[in-house]
């Protein structure tokens, strides 16, 4: 059994019931449980007696072909009709010849310089249709990192193919992934001069601090967009999958994200790599239509991306942490994930952790709700100890846990 968490249904608003976009859409968790009631989250409309709302999570990966020239096309129209910029963007072509040395330290410009070469358009191909994606070269042997939901299309006898930044593109083949960190790893060959990402630490991040994505918006191949840390350990679900109970740990960023990014590289002002984008929320779209940024971009923390690639590359699969319990969101005057059953034998059930007890810390994060619990585990590294705390009728106790192991993948 693994650690999971309750899906509760959410109020439709009745003036926007029709307003749902046809990407992938995931539910976005309320986050602040002191703040008023989030607005409701839009699930997709392809599920059977889904709510239709006005607000939901996207998949940042472009659509099939027809749909991805479509959604260019309108993004052109839009910005020559009303000159509309959400935020500072370039593109490869915009660098010129000026070299790194010549542009100054922090800023973009030798940001984009540094990081451009490392990061990747993807096109898939399999028998559900096709779309792209971005990558980030990881190694220079050839090994990319991306999104799962990226690739998986292509998984079962489909296609990959990666372009880079000078023009020149090639095949290439699944190393691993893991559905439920929404990563995966894949590698081309005989491919010369590639330059792999330097790599930063995402605990390090300070929200409001400036970031930068890169990648291949809508097709739109090495796009720049600037931004800040909106928030840290933001519970995002990174499909729409029923029975997956994963729940991504995310940075949230107001760096423009749109669909054709997943995969793609959220940097510092130093080009260290210190996530990878793979979620956008939007407003409602209409049918037919593809959802925009609205400033409210999510990715995968580094420092868990770069356990589970490792894990990727040398096995092709990902074991990851947990801890043996059943959780829901608390009601009351403490906030936290109360714990409905504890599996026995588990490491929960070792640690005395009993049913009704309210888990309100993990490590260094606060946990107030059951979706940051499953998150914070599901993004810690296995075998590594924290400390969890927990209200008991009404005393506060802490207990020093090392997270087991499970094969997810």
């Known amino acids: 059994m693994t650690d999971s968490y309750p899906t509760t249904p959410l109020p439709e608003r009745p003036d926007e019931g029709e307003n749902v976009s046809h990407t992938e859409e995931v539910p976005l968790p309320p986050q602040n449980p002191w703040a008023p009631p989030a607005p409701p989250v839009a699930t997709s409309a392809a599920k059977a007696g889904s709510r239709?709302?006005?607000?939901?999570?996207?998949?940042?990966?472009?659509?099939?072909?027809?749909?991805?020239?479509?959604?260019?096309?309108?993004?052109?129209?839009?910005?020559?009709?009303?000159?509309?910029?959400?935020?500072?963007?370039?593109?490869?072509?915009?660098?010129?010849?000026?070299?790194t040395a010549a542009l100054p330290d922090g800023s973009v410009a030798r940001v984009a310089d540094q990081v451009l070469p490392s990061v990747v358009s993807i096109q898939f191909s399999g028998s559900q249709g096709g779309g792209s994606g971005s990558g980030i070269v990881i190694d220079e042997s050839g090994l990319i990192l991306t999104n799962n939901?990226?690739?998986?299309?292509?998984?079962?006898?489909?296609?990959?193919?990666?372009?880079?930044?000078?023009?020149?593109?090639?095949s290439a083949e699944i190393v691993g992934r893991d559905p439920s960190s929404d990563l995966a790893v894949i590698r081309v060959d005989g491919v010369d001069g590639l330059k792999a990402v330097a790599l930063g630490s995402s605990d390090s991040l300070r929200v409001?601090?400036?970031?930068?994505?890169?990648?291949?918006?809508?097709?739109?191949?090495?796009?720049?967009?600037?931004?800040?840390?909106?928030?840290?350990?933001?519970?995002?679900?990174?499909?729409?999958?029923?029975?997956?109970?994963?729940?991504?740990?995310?940075?949230?960023?107001?760096?423009?994200?749109?669909?054709?990014?997943?995969?793609?590289?959220?940097?510092?002002?130093?080009?260290?790599?210190?996530?990878?984008?793979?979620?956008?929320?939007?407003?409602?779209?209409?049918p037919g239509s593809?959802?925009?940024?609205?400033?409210?971009?999510?990715?995968?923390?580094?420092?868990?991306?770069?356990?589970?690639?490792?894990?990727?590359?040398?096995?092709?699969?990902?074991?990851?942490?947990?801890?043996?319990?059943?959780?829901?969101?608390?009601?009351?005057?403490?906030?936290?994930?109360?714990?409905k059953t504890v599996e026995p034998g588990s490491t929960a059930d070792d640690l005395g952790i009993q049913v009704d007890d309210v888990i309100t810390g993990?490590?260094?994060?606060?946990?107030?709700?059951a979706d940051a619990l499953v998150a914070a585990v599901r993004s810690a590294e296995p075998g590594t100890t924290v400390t969890v705390t927990l209200v008991r009728g009404g005393d506060t106790k802490s207990f020093d846990v090392t997270l087991a192991a499970e094969q997810t993948s």
């Open 290 to 339: 593809q959802a925009g940024s609205i400033g409210l971009g999510f990715a995968i923390p580094i420092d868990e991306a770069k356990w589970i690639s490792d894990q990727l590359i040398k096995n092709g699969s990902v074991q990851h942490a947990r801890l043996g319990v059943s959780v829901e969101s608390a009601a009351g005057d403490v906030r936290g994930a109360v714990v």
């Open 208 to 286: 409001g601090e400036t970031v930068v994505a890169i990648g291949s918006p809508l097709g739109l191949n090495g796009t720049v967009t600037t931004g800040i840390v909106s928030a840290k350990n933001r519970p995002v679900l990174p499909g729409d999958s029923a029975g997956d109970q994963s729940v991504l740990n995310a940075i949230q960023t107001d760096a423009a994200i749109n669909p054709g990014n997943s995969g793609g590289a959220l940097v510092n002002l130093k080009g260290e790599l210190v996530g990878v984008n793979s979620a956008i929320a939007t407003l409602g779209a209409s």
């Open 52 to 99: 239709r709302t006005g607000l939901g999570v996207v998949l940042a990966t472009s659509l099939l072909a027809g749909t991805l020239g479509a959604g260019i096309g309108a993004a052109a129209v839009i910005a020559t009709d009303d000159n509309l910029s959400t935020s500072p963007t370039t593109t490869a072509s915009d660098i010129g010849d000026v070299s």
């Open 149 to 170: 939901h990226v690739v998986e299309g292509a998984a079962d006898g489909g296609s990959l193919t990666v372009a880079f930044q000078d023009g020149t593109s090639t």
């Open 362 to 369: 993990f490590g260094a994060q606060g946990i107030d709700s």
